[in-house]
């Protein structure tokens, strides 16, 4: 069960933020391997490992037209009216607030602007397996869509039969997305990256995945390939205050306990009692789920931690750089403005992470590992790219000549400064 | 010099667009070396590299305060007003187009909003070295200011007497930097990684280096720390139409050939007597330059390239994607708008890409090798995250309590469904 701790010394917090290292090392031979192989050999070697590794032996990579159209049919209007409404909250939230484009003029005859332009080839990356993850293909179509992004396809391993959950392509359909390929792992990140596999290059690759797909979007990342963000076992840290209550926090604890062995949960208390009856409350739940077993695992690297005010827990939490934080707390607003780091911040009682995890609105693609001090979630601008312009009139350029030709000289670059002479000159 | 190709086939462009490709191979081996030791030796290690490497010595690994003060006496004023004026146009263009935050309420009791918040530590990597590039001090630390990062420091390699160019610090002072610290190549980065080597963690790298600092960069970044952008040669594609000036195109040209000897320079035209003109009077200035020898070099990897028309002109630079395009045309303004894939961009006669390197207002750490398909070059952005908050009321989870259960559920994740179970029950 989850190791509570009172009242840590401030010396001691660098240990306590700390997340188990990332074990990728061991398959990171494999999968340069695998990503070598599809750079060489393309189509051939992407369906030796289709039929390998998900025992799929079909000629086409491409997801048919008939699956596409037979997935309505297989789920229930209730499943497709609940990722319709999410679908709507998420385009609503992720339309606001978009970048606009002034041209600025810094001094007599010199223009700039700057223009954002979508990322043109988006590739991602959707696992299969027993928990197909439909609200990530929302997470990610959406925002794709509403940048303006030209060719976005899916990635996600097919099973023998070459089949995958009509859920995905439901939700890739709300998504507007048409071109699903059946491909899953490394090997699926590796084709997107090289564009050789009868699969479209991606310019972008997004998406969550196993180690193997951690380990090759590394890999691919590092000769230029763009990537999302970098991996982490998700996590949660909910700041309880006297007000909280320990059946909503225990209930938040094990969401994101359930999502697999390595997840990181951390409640932070201000006293005794409320933190023993958040742990009772969480043995009590924790016996009713079907993950029963993951989510145990999980919080025996967990913590309920007792500090001595709401600023020493906001202290913490800005240290530790949550993915999700709960403010469990009566002055949530108030607590909200002091935090400096965190991926997303859900406030008071009635905003467990799950809603935001489907449906409220925002992204759950978020940094985990601390990576929130340098790293935003998934947004519109995931998917765009800006481009800097500028126009200079001859007066311009006569204003700034002194200044370029200087400069350029003092750096040793005079061929900079002989393309302002020549003009000036001129 | 420039190999020029008249109207090659569509079929070849995709040989025409591309780089050299970078070897940083036979460096990885003594970057991982490097990277390794600061992990574990900190200090000692650092001290060690900056003795073999640098021939410095000393004990700080921080410049002192003398050497902040006496920067001033030893520059020139007119240097010292160039950057100055430099930095107000950066500090003007920079400072426009900030993202403007708005809450959402995406359905009734669901509010989100997004934050932006500076990135708090900022390591700027600035290479030493016969020219010092105090011009990307400027570049990096104006945005890291504006954005309001807290802890904003630079690592350049010292030379044997632990002193560093006053240029340098002339700059970091105009952009409020006040720690500079006595470190360069890989040992610098891993420093900066790790902060265990009396060098601070940055949780963001930025800035420019040879092979040694860019493997470095792709090693560190793969743990989770953050870099600016992938680091490739430098480049240049001009268009030059009919009412193109020759000197004027063969003069920026050769700005971008005398970066390096692995500088790529394109020039595209529409007609074999402009692309002869441009061809002789390249060689022509570049009989006048102190850095003929490199410039020399790069035109031998570099293309004049006469094509149909100026529609075809574009379509090849958005598949190249170059880090600078020049639009030496008349009709640069229209032009502009058909670019989707460019770093940044000059229109016409009198903006030559110089005037962007120093001191127009917009930024030259861009994204070279093509990666500009998904990159952008550094902004105030560049220096911020964005954290995504949501306020639920009771009526609101009550709203989305079906959609988010019923999600939660055909993921199998059921602890997320029972987080919102147990609280609409209550």
């Known amino acids: 069960m989850m190791q509570l701790i009172e009242n840590p010394k401030k010396e001691t917090w660098i240990e306590l933020i700390k997340r188990p290292e990332a074990d990728i090392k061991d398959v990171e031979v494999a999968v340069h391997a695998i990503v070598t192989d599809i750079k060489r050999n393309g189509t051939v070697a992407l369906k030796k490992y289709n039929l390998i590794l998900d025992g799929y032996q079909?000629?086409?990579?491409?997801?048919?037209?008939?699956?596409?159209?037979?997935a309505d049919g297989l789920l229930d209007s209730k499943l497709k009216n609940a990722i319709e409404h999410a679908a709507r909250n998420i385009e609503k939230f992720h339309s606001a607030n978009r970048f606009k484009n002034e041209k600025v003029e810094t001094q007599k005859g010199v223009v700039c602007w700057k223009k954002q332009m979508p990322i043109e080839n988006v590739g991602l990356y959707i696992p299969g397996g027993t928990a197909p993850l439909f609200s990530t293909v929302l997470m990610l179509g959406i925002p794709a869509q509403i940048a303006g992004s030209k060719n976005v396809?899916?990635?996600?391993?097919?099973?023998?039969?070459?089949?995958?959950?009509?859920?995905?392509?439901?939700?890739?359909?709300?998504?507007?997305?048409?071109?699903?390929?059946?491909?899953?792992?490394?090997?699926?990140?590796?084709?997107m990256a090289f564009g050789n596999a009868g699969i479209p290059r991606a310019d972008k690759i997004f998406g969550p995945g196993n180690r193997f797909v951690t380990a090759a979007k590394n890999l691919v990342s590092a000769s230029g390939v763009a990537i999302d963000m970098p991996a982490g076992p998700s996590e949660v840290l909910v700041i309880a205050d006297e007000h909280a209550n320990p059946r909503f926090v225990a209930s938040d604890?094990?969401?994101?306990?359930e999502h697999g062995s390595d997840s990181q949960v951390i409640c932070l208390c201000?006293?005794?009692?409320?933190?023993?009856?958040?742990?009772?409350?969480?043995?009590?739940?924790?016996?009713?789920?079907?993950?029963?077993?993951?989510?145990?695992?999980?919080?025996?690297?967990?913590?309920i931690i007792i500090l001595n005010n709401?600023?020493?827990?906001?202290?913490?939490?800005?240290?530790?750089?949550?993915?999700?934080?709960?403010?469990a707390c009566a002055d949530a607003?108030?607590?909200?403005?002091?935090?400096?780091?965190?991926g997303s911040v859900f406030l008071g009682n009635y905003s467990p992470e799950s809603a935001g995890?489907?449906?409220?609105?925002?992204?759950?693609?978020?940094?985990?590992?601390?990576?929130?001090?340098?790293y935003s979630g998934v947004s519109v601008d995931s998917f765009m790219k800006n481009i800097t312009f500028q126009k200079l009139t001859k007066e311009g350029l006569n204003g700034l000549a002194e200044t370029v030709i200087t400069m350029a000289e003092a750096e040793g670059l005079d061929a900079h400064a002989l393309a302002i002479k020549v003009r000036i000159e001129n």
């Open 153 to 191: 396809f899916i990635c996600t391993p097919p099973n023998a039969s070459g089949k995958i959950n009509p859920a995905i392509i439901y939700a890739a359909k709300i998504a507007g997305i048409t071109k699903i390929y059946l491909a899953g792992g490394a090997q699926a990140i590796a084709a």
């Open 270 to 303: 201000i006293s005794t009692e409320k933190a023993e009856a958040i742990q009772t409350e969480t043995i009590t739940l924790l016996n009713k789920l079907p993950r029963k077993e993951i989510a145990t695992k999980a919080l025996e690297n967990s913590r």
């Open 310 to 327: 709401l600023d020493e827990t906001i202290e913490f939490s800005n240290q530790y750089a949550p993915e999700h934080l709960i403010l």
């Open 253 to 257: 604890l094990l969401s994101q306990a």
């Open 58 to 70: 079909g000629e086409s990579v491409m997801l048919d037209e008939k699956s596409f159209q037979e």
């Open 357 to 374: 995890d489907y449906a409220s609105g925002t992204n759950h693609t978020l940094p985990t590992n601390g990576f929130a001090k340098a």
């Open 333 to 342: 607003e108030n607590l909200a403005e002091k935090i400096t780091q965190a």
